[in-house]
């Protein structure tokens, strides 16, 4: 069977629509995806980047240790889980990246509010950046959120700006599974522009 993972950060509104596409239409074509951990702090490490994306970034810092604390007993499961419950709320409900968000997402998985503190633990920072890492190793370069990787093999993407109708999604995965097939594939992208949203697009 085609191993199929998606690297994501947790704040990236682009990569919470790219899972809820991924997600879908792999159950719809019985398929499995195992959600990772990635990290655009990590990532954006000595750059120097305008207010309002440090503030993201330093968000992304601050989470990251979170979700690198609950995944790391519980494996790559309790990640996605936790991914869940966070990207309904941050990203569906439009909720800020606050401590008492952090905080109800932990209750809603039955985590320990005690873990509430790896917010501000950069202990779990070597973590994060092994994390990271493993998606830059299947993308074999330095890449964004998100990271779909195909049997082992990264790209950057795919990028969604609303979700595909159900049918449509299942073409589009069949597409990005052939592409990856192809040893020579390694671009293909048009601008685009956010934010994105996880509203289905009507059917044609």
């Keep these: 069977m085609t191993s199929i993972e998606l690297y994501v950060d947790p704040i990236c509104p682009f990569a919470w629509v790219t899972s809820r596409w991924l997600l879908d239409a792999a159950t719809a074509t019985g398929r499995r995806v195992a959600l990772r951990q990635m990290s655009l702090a990590v990532l954006n490490e000595g750059r120097d980047v305008p207010p309002a994306q440090r503030a993201k970034l330093d968000s992304s810092r601050r989470v990251g240790r979170v979700f690198a604390a609950v995944s790391d007993p519980g494996g790559p499961g309790t990640f996605g889980d936790l991914y869940e419950a966070w990207g309904a709320r941050a990203h569906d409900g439009a909720a800020d990246a606050t401590d008492s968000l952090v905080k109800e997402v932990l209750a809603a998985t039955n985590c320990s509010p005690a873990l509430l503190d790896a917010l501000d633990d950069p202990g779990w920072d070597d973590l994060v950046r092994a994390a990271h890492q493993r998606s830059q190793d299947a993308l074999g370069g330095n890449g964004g959120s998100p990271i779909l990787a195909v049997d082992g093999k990264g790209f950057f993407g795919p990028v969604l700006t609303s979700l595909p109708a159900p049918v449509a999604g299942a073409a589009l995965l069949d597409a990005v599974l052939s592409a990856a097939s192809v040893p020579g594939f390694a ?15 009507k059917s044609s």
């Excluded at 671009?187 to 697009?201: D, M």
């Design 187 to 201: 671009v293909l992208q048009r601008p685009y522009k956010g934010p994105p949203s996880t509203a289905t697009a």
